[in-house]
């Protein structure tokens, strides 16, 4: 008996569904379910269909997609390009963009979305070119400026803002402009910190975009120490790389930074609102040691060339 009405319950429970899901349009749990199985037995389907010969359509021009074997190989090969030849600046691009994605990449631009200037920098997505900045302008700030420091140092180590890759390989539109954004600024944080572009300074700066972005290339950039002088190893060991962790670490992030907004902020007050202490000018110091050998060569020449009654020779 209870039995019985058991499934006479169970059957008042399943009418009263269908009329409900009836009146309203809604379809019941289980079609529902169904659907929700179906869409993710297709999004499987099509995952397992990506390949080298059928790749999905890009999500923003200019995009690559890339399978995960793809990812490991160009993230390995251009590892061991830019190793050989840190001047090669696509295959530093490449690697930067096979290991930023899919946590690193992310976690920059979640920390851009917590910041109210990193979240006006990602609805603006200024861009970063000769074309939207005129150095002519800059050239004309006074020297104190941001702008002013900045087509300094670009005039100086003889670069411009046209430099920069085009991201292609970051899946997801809005982290591919992160990455952009970040490439294009680059150059900023070398004038900002007056690291030059020779490999000493370029591995100084990237242990502190290390330290302040996360990002993986900037730390594997840290073996081309390898490829240094002793005397520069030395100096890189005792002050540059001290100073980058010391600095990226404690200093704001950089990312966040509307470099179009502070072109005319006293680059003085700029380092001191973000923590960035300007680490010993790299190049005074190798001009300093520079000077000093030649000094020394020519003293020791000189001595070579008098005889012992002081008669040269």
């Keep these: 008996m209870a039995l019985c009405n058991h499934q006479q319950d169970l059957r008042l429970l399943r009418a009263v569904i269908r009329a409900s899901a009836s009146s309203t349009g809604t ?51 251009s590892a061991i390009a830019s190793l050989a030849n840190p001047r090669r600046g696509d295959m530093i691009a490449a690697l ?12 920059l631009t979640e920390r851009m979305l917590a910041d109210p200037t990193g979240r006006r920098i990602l609805r603006d997505r200024p861009r970063i070119t000769s074309k939207t900045m005129s150095l002519e302008k800059l050239r004309k700030l006074p020297d104190n400026t941001v702008g002013r420091t900045y087509a300094a140092w670009l005039d100086r180590e003889g670069v411009t803002p046209d430099t920069r890759d085009q991201v292609r390989y970051i899946d997801n539109e809005e982290e591919a402009y992160v990455m952009q954004r970040y490439r294009e600024c680059h150059d900023f944080y070398h004038a900002v910190t007056g690291l ?45 790389l001290p100073w980058a962790f010391s600095n990226g670490w404690r200093s704001k992030d ?17 380092r001191a609102r973000l923590g960035i202490e300007q680490p010993p000018d790299l190049r005074q110091t190798r001009k ?17 060339t008098v005889g012992v009654d002081g008669v040269i020779l």
Excluded: C
């Excluded at 021009?61 to 074997?69: A, I, Q």
């Excluded at 990002?215 to 073996?223: C, D, E, F, Q, W």
């Excluded at 950089?254 to 700029?270: A, C, K, M, S």
């Design 27 to 77: 379809p019941i749990t289980r079609t529902t379910t169904t659907s929700r199985l179906g869409a993710r037995k297709d999004k499987r389907q099509q995952n397992r269909q990506f390949s080298i010969l059928n790749r999905p359509p890009p999500n923003y021009p200019g995009h690559v997609p890339l399978t995960l074997v793809e990812r490991l190989g160009l993230a390995a090969g």
């Design 96 to 107: 930067g963009e096979a290991t930023a994605q899919p946590f690193f990449i992310r976690r």
């Design 288 to 304: 300093k040691i520079r000077d000093a050998k030649k000094a020394a060569k020519e003293a020791q020449a000189a001595k070579q």
């Design 254 to 270: 950089v990312i966040n930074v509307y470099w179009e907004e502070e072109l005319e902020t006293d680059v003085e007050d700029l």
């Design 196 to 240: 030059p572009v020779f490999v000493e300074g370029e591995v100084g700066l990237k242990a502190f975009e290390f330290a302040n972005t996360g990002l993986p290339m900037t730390g594997l950039s840290l073996a081309a120490i390898l490829r240094l002088k002793p005397a520069e190893r030395q100096r890189m060991f005792e002050t540059y």
